[in-house]
């Protein structure tokens, strides 16, 4: 089992920065691949953006290219999301997630482990 844990939502103004972070911790010895999701109010969970393990591969939903960035940092179990140029279609609830693979992973059900969320809003 992994237990993941976001942080660093909050209010920001559009063109605004934010970082979320995703703690992991449990089984943290696998190889996972991870990956930040979004829920707005009424609409489906989205893809955001994923990395792998070894962080030589990342994946961005079309939406947040180029102003979202992934890493990760496999000593400390942390996953960020470094988010700039924030547009109040971003608001949403993020949450990160963890696949026990190698390789990329960009839709939900490829995701075994999933933190609680983190709500992002941006103000007009």
């Known amino acids: 089992q992994v237990q993941l844990v976001e942080s660093g939502g909050g209010l920001v103004q559009a063109g605004g920065s934010l970082r979320l972070s995703c703690t992991a911790s449990g089984r943290t010895d696998s190889r996972y691949a991870m990956g930040w999701f979004r829920q707005a109010p009424g609409k489906e969970r989205e893809f955001v953006s994923s990395i792998t393990w070894t962080g030589d591969t990342r994946s961005y939903a079309y939406s947040v290219e180029g102003r979202f960035t992934i890493s990760r940092d496999n000593a400390k179990n942390i996953l960020y999301l470094q988010m700039s140029s924030l547009e109040p279609e971003d608001t949403a609830n993020y949450y990160c997630?963890?696949?026990?693979?190698?390789?990329?992973?960009?839709?939900?059900?490829?995701?075994?482990?999933w933190g609680q969320g983190t709500q992002v809003t941006v103000s007009s």
């Open positions: 997630a963890a696949a026990r693979r190698n390789s990329i992973a960009t839709t939900r059900g490829e995701y075994e482990y």
